[in-house]
């Protein structure tokens, strides 16, 4: 489910391949939420915990050269 937010106010709706445009907030600062994104593959997901203040990735992650978390530390990474 999630939260909308429309002229009336927040709505409860539920987003079945949904498509969105522009920027997407969950939360405010200091009261988050975890957001958890899934793939193709059963049992592979990333969250972000909030209580946490982390990011759980469960499957593969992959630094591309070039990327803004590239760094002599993290071009040598190949994380399963």
Do not use: P
């Not at 002229?7 to 939360?27: F, M, N, P, R, Y």
């Not at 982390?54 to 993290?74: D, I, M, P």
């Amino acid at each position: 489910m999630a939260y909308l937010r429309s002229e009336t106010g927040l709505v409860k709706q539920k987003l079945t391949g949904a498509t969105i445009s522009g920027d997407v907030t969950v939360g405010v600062d200091d009261t988050g939420h975890d957001v958890k994104f899934f793939g193709a593959t059963a049992g592979k997901y990333l969250l972000w915990d909030e209580s946490a203040d982390e990011v759980q990735v469960v499957g593969k992650v992959r630094v591309l050269k070039g990327s803004a978390f590239q760094t002599g530390l993290t071009s040598s990474w190949a994380l399963e």
